[in-house]
Each structure stands twice: as structure tokens, then as C-alpha cells.
């Protein structure tokens, strides 16, 4: 019988074989398999898609620009306009629901840092908002799953998740100074969060998936217990006090009230009140004995 001599392998063997050929002669499996050895692959600043220092430049020059009225879908499927935000400081970050390891962690550690945040400012001073830029994919249904899997409180923590049309996504990450480029494992991209004051101009850039919460929560500070000139004096004096006496401590991983400024205070008061008694009684026994 004429034909190709096969040898006789164990069949366990032979599917081992199989099952190794069709990794290595399908690179999408091969590239996912790579993927989940490195996760830190997946939207690494330093791919050669994106330029970091490029992407870093573009995204500080949006500091104190002021973005376009843009309108976008919530989780809820109802239409919101970017102003609807105005009247308090304003968290904006960008995320893909496809996303399997940068956007959720950053997600999740944004939400532990609100909760220091809300500890340390109020609960109801600032509101946050994380748009789907896959603009194909980021639908209010994927984005409402995304953000329920991270088990968010949307109306407790002021949080929506917003979806856009491509004129949409292009122009607020425009505005908001953020540029993400298609990769084989999804999208390049920093890991950018943008706080932007009560009237809509952009404030401050804050760069990482895991940053410090110091690092968001002393610029919001700064705009909720900020001098507001319309306040009235007692209101701007409070402020000026919860501004500069709420400090973080990193051990307990929260903010509290610093009332030693308060004891340090009375003390000094009570040392240059002291001081003047005595200058004054000494200057009535001098004039008494002449």
C-alpha cells in the first residue's frame, strides 16, 4: 500500500500536538497568550504607537482651556450635555469597556480614592465622570455592565457613565488634551484623570492607574474650599480653614481635621497676651516711681 508513513504515537501525545500547532499558527492566540504573561503590554505609554512625551505635552497644554458643550449618553440611555456639570469641580477619565486590565484597575482605585476624597471635602461637592471612547464598542448598556462589575453607586457617588458618537469622543478628548491609538491588544493611551473647576475650564491633569489619592484630592480641595468672592467673609474664613487644616495621613490612608493649628494658636495668643501684660504693668511701676 503506497501512502506516507505515519508512526505510531499515544493518542494523548497527538492531541498535545494539535492543540501546540494551533497556538503557534494563529497569532491571535499568540498575542493574547503574550498579553496575559505581561499585562503591563496591554496599553503601555511606552508602545511606539503612542509617543509618551508627545501624549503627555498635548494633554497639559489643556490645562485652563475651557471644553466645548459636548453631548453624550449616560448608563441610563437619557442624553446629557457636558454643562449639566457645571456648578461644581468635575472628574473626567477615559476608559474602553474591552478593556481587561488598566481601565478596571483604575476604575476600581478611583473609586477608593473618592471615597477619601468625599471624606475630606463632602460628599456632594464634586461630581465624576468616565467616558467609553471605543466609540464602536462603548455602548450605555456596555458602560452601565462595565461600571456595575466595579459595583459603582451611581447616584451615591455622583458617577456616570457616558457614551459617545465619534464627533463626540474625538472632540472631548481633543478638549480634554487625551490621545489613544489603536494597538493589537485594543487601544495605547495614558492613564489620564482631568479635574475641571465648577465653570468648566479644566484645572488640573492627574497621570496613573494607581496615583496617590494627595494627588487628586489636594486640587479639589483647593476648588471646593477656594475663596469665593461672592461668599461672604465668614464663609471665606471657614474655607480658608478646612483648606489648609485637612490633612492626609498615609498610614490610615485618609484625611482628618488638624485641630493642633487651633491649640498652637491660643497658645501663641496666649503668650503675646502675657508678653503685653507684663510690658505694660512694668511700664506703670517705671512711670509710678518717677
Given amino acids: 500500500?503506497?501512502?506516507?508513513?505515519?508512526?505510531?504515537?499515544?493518542?494523548?501525545?497527538?492531541?498535545?500536538?494539535?492543540?501546540?500547532?494551533?497556538?503557534?499558527?494563529?497569532?491571535?492566540?499568540?498575542?493574547?497568550h503574550a498579553a496575559a504573561q505581561n499585562p503591563s503590554r496591554e496599553r503601555s505609554v511606552d508602545s511606539p504607537?503612542?509617543?509618551?512625551?508627545?501624549?503627555?505635552?498635548?494633554?497639559?497644554?489643556?490645562?485652563?482651556t475651557t471644553p466645548?458643550?459636548?453631548?453624550?449618553?449616560?448608563?441610563?440611555n437619557q442624553a446629557v450635555a457636558l454643562s449639566r456639570y457645571r456648578g461644581k469641580p468635575l472628574l473626567v477619565n477615559f476608559i474602553y469597556t474591552s478593556c481587561y486590565h488598566t481601565c478596571p484597575t483604575m476604575t476600581s482605585h478611583i473609586k477608593d480614592v473618592l471615597k477619601i476624597a468625599r471624606d475630606a471635602v463632602?460628599?456632594?461637592?464634586?461630581?465624576?465622570?468616565s467616558i467609553g471612547f471605543d466609540y464602536a464598542a462603548d455602548s450605555p448598556?456596555?458602560?452601565?455592565?462595565?461600571?456595575?462589575?466595579?459595583?459603582?453607586d451611581f447616584a451615591a457617588e455622583h458617577w456616570d457613565f457616558l457614551s459617545g458618537d465619534p464627533t463626540a469622543i474625538a472632540g472631548i478628548a481633543r478638549d480634554l488634551g487625551f490621545q489613544f491609538v489603536s494597538s493589537p491588544n485594543g487601544f495605547d493611551h495614558l492613564a489620564q484623570t482631568t479635574l475641571i473647576d465648577a465653570d468648566g475650564k479644566v484645572y488640573r491633569q492627574i497621570y496613573g492607574a494607581d496615583f496617590q489619592p494627595p494627588a487628586l484630592v489636594e486640587p479639589l480641595k483647593?476648588?471646593?474650599?477656594?475663596?469665593?468672592?461672592?461668599?461672604?467673609?465668614?464663609?471665606?474664613?471657614?474655607?480658608?480653614?478646612?483648606?489648609?487644616?485637612?490633612i492626609y495621613d498615609p498610614a490610615a490612608n485618609r484625611y482628618y481635621f488638624d485641630y493642633s493649628i487651633f491649640i498652637m494658636i491660643a497658645?501663641?495668643?496666649?503668650?503675646?497676651?502675657w508678653m503685653a501684660y507684663f510690658v505694660i504693668r512694668s511700664w506703670r511701676e517705671t512711670s509710678r516711681a518717677s
Fill in 122 to 129: 463632602g460628599a456632594d461637592t464634586f461630581a465624576i465622570v
Fill in 68 to 76: 466645548a458643550d459636548r453631548r453624550f449618553t449616560n448608563q441610563d
Fill in 49 to 64: 504607537l503612542l509617543d509618551r512625551d508627545a501624549a503627555l505635552k498635548f494633554s497639559m497644554a489643556a490645562v485652563d
Fill in 222 to 246: 483647593e476648588l471646593v474650599f477656594g475663596i469665593d468672592p461672592q461668599a461672604n467673609d465668614m464663609r471665606n474664613w471657614l474655607n480658608g480653614i478646612k483648606l489648609f487644616c485637612t
Fill in 1 to 32: 500500500m503506497s501512502g506516507r508513513f505515519v508512526p505510531s504515537l499515544p493518542a494523548g501525545v497527538w492531541l498535545a500536538a494539535v492543540l501546540l500547532n494551533s497556538v503557534l499558527c494563529d497569532p491571535a492566540l499568540a498575542q493574547n
Fill in 267 to 273: 497658645i501663641g495668643v496666649a503668650c503675646l497676651s
Fill in 141 to 152: 448598556g456596555r458602560m452601565r455592565y462595565f461600571a456595575e462589575q466595579r459595583k459603582v
